[in-house]
């Protein structure tokens, strides 16, 4: 299984980006995929996931209301619209994928742990 994210770039505060990212491999299903990011000298945090049971979506308090997950199941793909981009936003955004199969009542969307599957990351850098 492959992931595969793109977007990232250099943004002024205030400004958008929309990142993108694609599983593939044989015969790959995703039950969720979700974002997360690293900035320099902190830990790996959650931002967003869907659920495509039900589409549902999760978001960090830190980017609740700016950010919006979006996706096609049928494609394996996920994205991330950031919208109202800050400097504290700055880092490198990962998708990651949990497989069908998953179960429900199991899976915890804001844990790294849960995800089995991880891309190489995006670099997000937004200037003040």
Known sequence: VQLQASGGGLVQAGGSLRL????????FS?????????????EREFVAAITW????????????GRFTVSGDNAKNTVYLEMNSLKPD?????????APRGT????FNPYS??????WG?????TVSS
């Open 20 to 27: 993108s990212c694609a599983a593939s491999g044989r015969r």
């Open 30 to 42: 995703s039950y969720a995929m979700g974002w997360f990011r690293q900035a320099p000298g902190k």
């Open 53 to 64: 049971s039900d589409y549902s979506t999760d978001y960090a308090d830190s980017v609740r």
């Open 89 to 97: 936003d700055t880092a490198v955004y990962s998708c990651a994928a």
């Open 103 to 106: 179960s429900r009542s199991y």
């Open 112 to 117: 790294a742990g849960y995800y089995p599957y």
């Open 120 to 124: 190489q990351g995006t670099q997000v």
